[in-house]
């Protein structure tokens, strides 16, 4: 069956250094693969898709790696800040678009 | 503005009490899912739905059901419910026909607690 994983500790960082986010997936080869950002209490919000055959995306201050190869995706947020505190999701698309995987979430913490 | 959104957003109920909750979206979207959300578990796929009078399982559609008659209305319903259905659920939407190249929407979330 399909896995997916995320960093399950929690990622303490301090502010203005760069958070890396880890998401491997197992028995699978997605055609997408998606991030997004869940605040407590709250419902996810999209932040960036990468297609299979694209290396690398960027929005602003995130980036994210897909490696087909490694089945691995990383996901960057450069120069952050407190705010970009929240719990990060990864999640892969398959069956004909229908289905979704999401992994655990890797809860980020930005110290001032 | 563009929402989604999930009626009620706490619940408690017994044991076996059927009940629905309801999501509703004004975006025009084709493709609606349920997903529920335990700790440790994280965002579990209940049902999805394509397209109007469409729907298909996700990974934990036991002791659920769906219906889709209309495009923005999209009901979870439980029959019988059970304690071990206490959890967080979302319903999201996307844009396209499929999931694929598409953002999920996500509703607000309703707390769902069976005792």
């Known amino acids: 069956s399909q896995k997916i994983e995320q960093n399950s500790e929690a990622l303490n960082i301090q502010e203005g250094k760069t958070a890396t986010l880890t998401c491997n997936y197992t028995n699978y080869s997605p055609a997408y693969l998606q991030w997004y950002r869940q605040d407590p209490g709250r419902g996810p919000v999209f932040l960036l898709l990468i297609r299979e055959n694209e290396k690398e995306k960027r929005k602003?201050?995130?980036?994210?790696?897909?490696?087909?190869?490694?089945?691995?995706?990383?996901?960057?947020?450069?120069?952050?800040?407190?705010?970009?505190?929240?719990?990060?999701?990864?999640?892969?698309?398959?069956?004909?678009?229908?289905?979704?995987?999401?992994?655990q979430g890797t809860e980020l913490s930005v110290k001032p | 503005e563009a929402q989604v959104t999930q009626n009620p957003r706490y619940l408690i109920t017994v044991t076996g009490k059927k009940l629905t909750v309801t999501c509703s979206q004004n975006m025009n979207h084709e493709y609606m899912s349920w997903y529920r959300q335990d700790p440790g578990l994280g965002l579990r796929q209940i049902y999805y739905s394509m397209n109007v009078e469409v729907t298909d399982k996700g990974d934990v559609p036991e002791g659920y059901k769906v219906s889709r008659k209309e495009k923005r209305n999209f009901p979870l319903i439980l029959e019988s419910p059970s304690p071990n259905q206490t959890s967080l659920y979302f319903c999201a939407t996307s844009r396209g026909g499929t999931g694929y190249n598409y953002e999920q929407y996500f509703g607000p979330g309703t707390r769902l607690t069976v005792t």
């Open chain 1, 60 to 103: 602003e201050r995130l980036k994210v790696t897909f490696d087909t190869t490694l089945k691995q995706s990383l996901f960057h947020i450069t120069a952050s800040q407190p705010a970009d505190s929240a719990t990060y999701l990864c999640a892969l698309i398959y069956n004909q678009g229908g289905k979704l995987i999401f992994g």
